[in-house]
Structures are given as C-alpha cells and as structure tokens.
C-alpha cells in the first residue's frame, strides 16, 4: 500500500482508494512489457470496433485508444454507423480474428438493436477475447480457469489486492447481476473463497443484505442507491457506478459524502473503478502477445 495511491483522511472516514493512481501505476510495467515484446518483433495490437453514434460509448472508446498510446500497444479503430448489418459486423470479426497483429479485440457494447451481440461476441476467438465476454471464457471463469477475466471486476479484484484488502472468508455483497459486472465480479470473488450474496432491482429490502457486507460492491447504475445506514461501518465499500446527473455531473451509486464517514475505505466516482477497468484491458491484450510471442495456446 503506499501513500500516493491510498490517501488517509486527515479525520475519522474511509481511505480512498485511488484507481486513477493505481492505474497509472500499472503503466510503467505495462510498457516495459510491451517494449520486451517490440524487441521480439510484435507489437501488442488491440482492435477497437465502435457501432453508432453514441456519446459515452464513443468517450469510453477514445480513452482506451489513448490508453493504449500511452504504454506502445497499437490500437485500431473500426468506427461503423448503425446501419452496419450483423452479417458485415461478423465479418470484420472474422478479419480480426485471422489477422496475426492483432491480439486483442473489442467491440464496445451496447449494441443497437438489430445487432444481435450474443453472435457477435461468440464470433470474437476466445484467445483475442481481452474484455473476456464470450462464452467460452466465462465458463472458464465460472470453473476457475481464467483465460481473460472480464476488465471492470478484474480492476476491483487488483484495487483490493493492491489495498492489501483481504477477501478470503469475509461476507462480500454484490449488488448488480449484469453479465458484464456483477455476476463475474461475485465468481473472481467466490474462487478467492469469500461468502458472496448478489443482490439486484428484484432484492427485496436491500439493505438488510448490503448491511451484512465487510465488502460491498455497488454495480447497478442507479445514483444514491447505498446511503450510509446500508453500510456495516468500518466495511469496504467499492463504487463501479457511473451516472450523469442532469447537472452534468458524474457519480457512482453511493452517497459518497455520507458513506466514507462510516467506511474503512472508498473509491471515489469518477477516479476509482473506472480507470482500473481501461488498465486491465491493457493488461490482458498485453498478455495475450505474450502468450502468442511464447507459443502457448490460450
Ligand atoms: P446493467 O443495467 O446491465 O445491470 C444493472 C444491475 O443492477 C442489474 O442486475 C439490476 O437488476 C441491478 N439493479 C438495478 N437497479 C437496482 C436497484 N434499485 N437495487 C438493486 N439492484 C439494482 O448495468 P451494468 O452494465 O452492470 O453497469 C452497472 C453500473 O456500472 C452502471 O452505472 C455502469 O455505467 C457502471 N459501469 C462502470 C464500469 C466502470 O468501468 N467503472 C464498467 C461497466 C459498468
């Protein structure tokens, strides 16, 4: 743990746990291993495929295109209008799939409606799959074989390893079932041998689950859904929300102000989870060159 990543508070309150920093962190080591690679002759490729014209997803998008910029991995982008059929969109996965400079592939979700991103994420190798989301590398997830754990939970599991925060044992609570978020984040958790509940918008009195947690995730998109008397005190509480208010301001799901007053540690909205989830893919299209550099099958 060293002070620049996890700041005490002058007073009594939480720790925040500072993924801004963390990521940044990670930075050096990701481009020292992305210039051993260069000095092999492969340069870690992530292809970056955006569909329509939506605003947050094309932010999302540019940040991990110059995320990649920042460490040496060569990012391509494919930006294509909604009217790109499912039949063109598999067969640009299929170029990227056979193509040998390319180790990573990402297609940014959500999808318009006639895409049908179930086929779209199956279509995707498992072995260029960096944001984990394709069947075969969540059944490997589920019996605890992961190839490429899905970036966002991947980025909570490391912010608590890196906050010497342990996970064996303890009651966690995830609240938020998504496919991509809540249900991985509760199988890395569980395969670390913690209790875990998943809560989620059916729960009946959610905070009689939520109070119960040493650990508790917030995944649901909903501003303000954890108040402070939901929250065991001196528990870790971890905020993977983003909402834009219509002020324009951005926040998680916790009452951040009220929460770290009974907290042991935070992470703040924007600058917690958020950054960790562009670093992990760093991660794994890193170490999926690396896997191909060294021969091994993923
Ligand atoms: P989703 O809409 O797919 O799933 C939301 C989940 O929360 C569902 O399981 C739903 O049942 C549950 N939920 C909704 N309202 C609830 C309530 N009132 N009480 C309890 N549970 C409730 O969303 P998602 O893709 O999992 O994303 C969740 C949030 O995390 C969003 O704010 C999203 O923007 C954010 N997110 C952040 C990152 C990051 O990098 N920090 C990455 C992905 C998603």
Known sequence: MTTTALQAEKTTGAKLIDGKAVALKMRATQRARVEALQAKGITPGLAVVLVGDDPASAIYVSRKVKACEAVGIKSVSYRHPTTITNEELLVLIGKLNADPNIHGILVQLPLPAHI??????????????????????????????????PCTPYGVMHLLEYSDIPVEGRNVVVVGASNIVG????????????????????????????????????????????????????????????????????????????????????????????????????????????????????
């Open 116 to 149: 049908d991103m179930a086929k779209v994420l199956e279509t995707i190798a498992p072995e260029k799959d960096v944001d984990g989301f394709h069947l075969y590398n969540v059944g490997a997830l589920v019996v605890g074989r992961q190839i490429f754990p």
């Open 183 to 298: 249900k991985p984040m509760a199988l890395m958790l569980m395969a670390r041998d913690a209790t875990v509940a998943i809560c989620h918008a059916k729960t009946r009195d959610l905070g009689q689950w939520t109070i119960l947690a040493d650990i508790l995730v917030v995944a649901a998109g909903v501003p303000n859904l954890i108040v402070p008397q939901m929250v065991k005190t001196d528990a870790v509480v971890i905020d993977v929300g983003i909402n834009r208010l219509p002020d324009g301001r951005i926040v998680g799901d916790v009452d951040f102000e009220g929460v770290r007053k009974k907290a042991s540690y935070i992470t703040p909205v924007p600058g917690g989870v958020g950054p960790m989830t562009i670093a992990m893919l760093l991660e794994n299209t890193i170490q999926s060159a690396e896997r191909q550099a060294s021969g091994e099958p993923a």
